[in-house]
């Protein structure tokens, strides 16, 4: 990198300059990697502790042990709802980049001339408050919401036989989570479809590659990056979920976010098996966005 | 010959484009119109225009106090995130360090966790320490949400600088808190304010985390959240809703102009 070069001739110049630079990196990352080593790795480790019962919600003598997380993998109950989760959430994540993959297209790939006007206005709703969105849906979907009592209004259905699965289902859930991300999705596609490099297209006309031809052997592989990057930015995030499915789930729609958040409510506090779900849920997420690394970094200047 | 889209082809992902547009923004405008509407429950038909449940909201004292509350939170926690973000963003531009990558992975992990499990993860600190439950305990885990995203905005507009700038100074006697003030700072100021504005519309919207260490003094997505539950405060909450989604939408816009408009200047200069 050019800008390292410089900048060591420039700490070359003087021994002290040179001694300023290196002293203050220290300087620099202290406060930043303190406060997350207090406030974010700390916290995680006591959650880790608390999963094996070295801490405890209910003080008196207990001693480390394992048997919270084999309860866990081997009562099934935990497992099923977190499989349930992550169907939802690989529905959601796949539908919405299947949608949002021709808008990207459109935007970087027509030659329109708004495409940076138009990208705003597809990620605008994203950039605004998610609980009024999700609100905006509970208002849409209710048994005497807009959609039902609009049916009932123009005659297409009876006034006292609104189509209740609308909301509180796991339809609802899906459907309101799908919304949510959709806007976001878009940027890292069209990142990457922005990236194609035009004069590859125009090669392949000139050989006589039909557009769908082009579009699956060129331009499908190189923007292939982008839309794993997308599927990944709504599958992380999606299926650990609690505010939408307790907003529009419902019971069918309860998901494994609401169960962790039930084990640390007032109701039944089980701090140890809400800890060990917790943390089973972050190692799951960890693995794949450690596999996916690369991908993630699209559309982003990855500081190195 | 266009080698990438037919005219069909254009013109059908046109209408698609144009159709997804309408499916995003009429939830939004659903929310416009029913909070003119008169009547207890937002339902069809419509029975009549009604600034009510805009003026029930200007007179309760409580909602205002949330959004109060919920600006001071995000206000402190993106000043802290901010200041923590150029720390951080400057050594990862700037400066070389054993580990830079997972520094940096770290540094940009709170992207990546689930905002439930941050959550009682931050509850049990809390707990363990003894620190009760307040205002203070959501600002410090807004600042760790918002730090990756100030460190994502400003490496790359640091990266783009061109470090003879900062040499120059270094090389006419400034320290290194003179070069930051006078040559550094400037530069990348526009870049400081989206990762302000990013900051403080993250932490006023942020619910999930904020459900965990809130003490008695309740955020504005928290009283939202709670008086959801409540169907009889539902038209003056869409009220709230469109003023709220309204300014947000206004800063956002602005924000992309005014960055736009910022880099261009100093990008010709």
């Given at each position: ?11 070359g110049t003087?021994r002290?300059?040179?001694?300023r630079?290196r ?7 202290g ?8 406030f ?6 006591i959650v ?8 405890s919600?209910?003080?008196g003598?207990?001693q ?12 099934g109950?935990y497992?099923?709802?977190f499989?349930?989760?992550v ?6 994540s796949t539908?919405v ?5 021709p808008?990207?297209y459109?935007l970087?790939l027509?030659?329109?001339?708004r ?5 705003l ?12 969105r999700?609100l ?5 979907l209710?048994?005497?919401g ?6 009932a209004?123009?005659?297409?259905r009876?006034a006292?036989?609104?189509i209740s ?12 989570l ?11 596609i069209?990142?990457?479809l922005?990236?194609v490099?035009?004069s590859?297209?125009?090669a392949?006309a000139?050989?006589y590659?039909s557009?769908?031809?082009?579009f699956?052997r060129?331009?499908?592989p190189l923007s292939?990056?982008g839309?794993v990057?997308a ?7 999606t299926?650990?979920?609690f505010i939408?499915?307790?907003?529009v ?14 084990l640390f ?19 799951v ?17 990855p500081?190195? | ?11 059908l992902?046109r ?7 309408v499916?995003?923004y009429?939830?939004?405008?659903v929310l416009?119109i ?6 207890e429950?937002?339902a069809?038909?419509?029975s ?6 805009y003026?029930?909201f200007?007179?309760?004292?409580e ?5 109060a ?6 206000a ?7 200041v ?7 050594a990862?531009?700037r400066r070389r360090?054993?580990?830079k990558?997972?520094?940096s ?14 959550g009682?993860a931050?509850?049990l600190?809390?707990?363990t320490l ?7 305990t959501?600002?410090?885990g ?16 640091l990266?783009?600088?061109?470090v003879?700038?900062?040499e120059?100074?270094y090389d006419l006697?400034?320290?290194p ?10 530069l ?31 955020t504005?997505?928290?009283?939202l959240?709670?008086?959801?539950r409540?169907?009889?405060q539902?038209p003056?909450?869409i009220a709230?809703?469109?003023?709220v ?6 800063v956002?816009?602005g924000?992309?102009?005014g960055?736009?408009?910022a880099?261009r200047?100093?990008?010709?200069a």
């Amino acid at each position: 990198m050019s800008a390292r070069t410089e900048h060591g001739a420039f700490a070359g110049t003087s021994r002290r300059g040179r001694l300023r630079a290196r002293l203050a990196t220290p300087g620099l990352l202290g406060l930043p990697l303190g406060w997350l080593g207090v406030f974010f790795v700390a916290p995680v480790c006591i959650v880790a502790a608390y999963s094996v019962d070295a801490l405890s919600l209910f003080p008196g003598p207990h001693q480390v042990t394992l048997s919270v997380w084999r309860d866990f993998l081997h009562g099934g109950v935990y497992l099923h709802l977190f499989w349930k989760s992550v169907q939802m959430s690989l529905v959601v994540s796949t539908v919405v980049v299947l949608v949002a993959y021709p808008l990207a297209y459109y935007l970087a790939l027509s030659g329109t001339k708004r495409k940076y006007v138009l990208l705003l206005v597809l990620i605008a709703p994203f950039l605004t408050s998610y609980l009024l969105r999700v609100l905006a849906w509970k208002v849409i979907l209710g048994n005497q919401g807009v959609v039902n009592t609009f049916f009932a209004w123009i005659g297409l259905r009876a006034a006292d036989h609104p189509i209740s699965a609308l909301l509180y289902s796991r339809f609802a859930v899906m459907l309101v989570l799908a919304y949510v991300w959709l806007p976001f999705v878009a940027l890292p596609i069209f990142v990457a479809l922005e990236n194609v490099d035009q004069s590859l297209l125009e090669a392949a006309a000139d050989l006589y590659a039909s557009r769908l031809q082009a579009f699956r052997r060129v331009t499908l592989p190189l923007s292939l990056p982008g839309v794993v990057a997308a599927f990944l930015f709504v599958f992380i995030p999606t299926v650990g979920e609690f505010i939408t499915p307790s907003l529009v789930g419902g019971t069918s729609g309860y998901m494994y976010g609401n169960q962790i958040v039930d084990l640390f409510g007032t109701g039944f506090p089980d701090w140890e098996t809400g800890s060990v779900l917790a943390l089973f849920l972050l190692v799951v997420i960890a693995v794949l966005t450690g596999i996916f690394a690369r991908f993630l970094r699209v559309g982003q200047t990855p500081a190195r | 010959m266009d080698a990438s889209l037919s005219k069909n082809g254009r013109r059908l992902l046109r209408g698609f484009f144009v159709l997804v547009v309408v499916f995003l923004y009429a939830p939004i405008a659903v929310l416009l119109i029913f909070s003119f509407n008169n009547a207890e429950v937002p339902a069809f038909p419509l029975s009549g225009f009604t600034l009510h449940w805009y003026r029930e909201f200007a007179g309760n004292s409580e909602l205002r106090g949330t959004l109060a509350t919920s600006a001071i939170v995000a206000a402190v926690s993106s000043v802290g995130a901010v200041v923590l973000g150029v720390l951080a963003s400057i050594a990862l531009a700037r400066r070389r360090f054993r580990g830079k990558a997972l520094v940096s992975a770290l540094l940009l992990s709170p992207l990546v966790i689930p905002y439930v499990v941050f959550g009682i993860a931050l509850l049990l600190l809390f707990h363990t320490l003894g620190i009760p439950r307040s205002i203070v305990t959501v600002m410090i885990g807004h600042v760790v949400i918002s730090l990756p995203y100030t460190i994502l905005v400003l490496v790359p507009r640091l990266e783009q600088i061109d470090v003879a700038l900062e040499e120059a100074a270094y090389d006419l006697g400034a320290g290194p808190a003179v070069t930051f003030r006078t040559v550094t700072l400037p530069l990348i100021l526009p870049a400081i304010v989206s990762a302000f504005l990013i900051g403080f519309t993250t932490s006023f919207d942020e619910y999930a985390v904020a459900s965990f260490v809130v003490g008695t003094r309740a955020t504005f997505p928290i009283y939202l959240y709670s008086a959801l539950r409540f169907p009889s405060q539902l038209p003056q909450v869409i009220a709230v809703a469109v003023v709220v989604l309204s300014v947000s939408l206004l800063v956002v816009l602005g924000a992309e102009i005014g960055r736009r408009r910022a880099e261009r200047a100093l990008g010709a200069a």
